[in-house]
């Protein structure tokens, strides 16, 4: 068992599951979005970051969830579970970590739970909202479209901070597609975006952030840039990186060669 | 550090914190609720339960949140963290423990989180709703509101099954003047609805399942009655069980004698 196959085993009985958000209709024209991401030491951090940048990252994550879907932010859940290495200054600025973040995306803190673990938990739960009907998806790409990414690639290796791209998210409504986060990597998020679409994808170039090699940018993950997709001939934001085509849904080529779909399986516990 | 006093401390920042749920005005003459809830190996289930009574557990604990509000259920997020001793059919059996509860009480799975940890966690996330402005809360306790519980009570040696107590909850709407859930035995649960509500808090008589101790009763967890309080000569169902006073904020009282407020702490990790 590994993420993709859940999800698509648990899709076939509950139909919201398989986006980055789950979708959902609400009263006065609009969708509300649901995410939840975990965070858990020596799976997503290790204990070399600060308590404030893991709190951060954990918030961080889950909102750029919500800007794959073209999102705006509403209200957020923290779930803590502490580990015996913790103590209450660690945990205050645990909550600290975030706190600008929220307020500068409007989103307010309205709960969570606190427990403790054999090693740190976090769990973070995001509801948004988007205009009925116009949350960007993962399967809407077709032949044809160009295939775009918001920012440079390298992986977590180059990435000193992450933000999420909820700007960038709502510029796309009405223009791209299809949309995810990449946060396993370009070789696996750009495969699940093309089998979902059931279209094959074809990259030309790929933008590099500063000292990253090619490898990084494929298959490292916790980029947090957006991927999308837009007809070729519509004004877009973002870096053109290659072209949707028929073909075998899901696979990828780079300058004409097969991609394999590995990048960072967190299930799996290794490269998968 | 223990989590009433977190709840507090951040509560203060962020004013939505406090009560069984976060309450949250939608379009459409509706509040939303939101509860996320951890069950964590070791901590809230042994591995002596069956992986269909945990996952069972995990998604009743968090309805049990929703009626205590006097909501109705409307999506649930699922985020498992899984541990080196499960397998693919653990699993299965996880998703297929709450089905039943999910269907019967029209609670959409809409999505979660997947990856793994030394020990097992849940964090369990349900979004319901209830009219705007009506939600039950803790804190709307006055002295002379009379106290009742909506059934016997003993903690969790004497629960062979949690049943969210939705419909009683629902049914107290506009007649209960405060109202939460029992989770962590009626002593400590009773002193932080008497304590929100500014009060203190006369037991008279505790009904007792069946082969449970008043203690049991009083600081086990793990009951997920609902305990609530009404005008004393409102028409309400349930088993009264006292009477609230005016007095120190938060005191608990049984046939005269003060009672500590000692119940399971999840974050202290002991009876608190």
Redesign the interface.
Known sequence: ?N?DE??RR?GR??P??GDD??V?P?????D?L?????S?EG??FTRRLSAEQIGYRSVARALSDIAAMGGTP??C?I?L??APWTD?KW?AGF?RGPEKLLRETQT????????????L?C?L?I?GSVLRGKALMRSGAHPGDAIYVSGPLGGWRHKPIIVPRLEEGRKLLGKATACMDISDGLALDLHRLAFASGVEAHLDAIPLLSGATLKQALHDGEDYELLYTAPPRRRVPGIRIGTMAAGEPGRVFYQGKPVPPLGYD??Q?RRS
Chains 1, 2 share one sequence.
């Open positions: 068992v993420e859940l999800t648990l009985k509950w919201l599951i958000c789950a959902v609400s009263p006065g024209g609009v509300l649901f995410t939840t991401d975990f858990i799976v997503h509403l209200y859940l779930s579970a502490v209450a945990i909550y307010a803190l309205a709960g969570g739970d606190l427990s403790h673990a054999r090693q938990v769990d739960v509801c967190h299930f516990k």
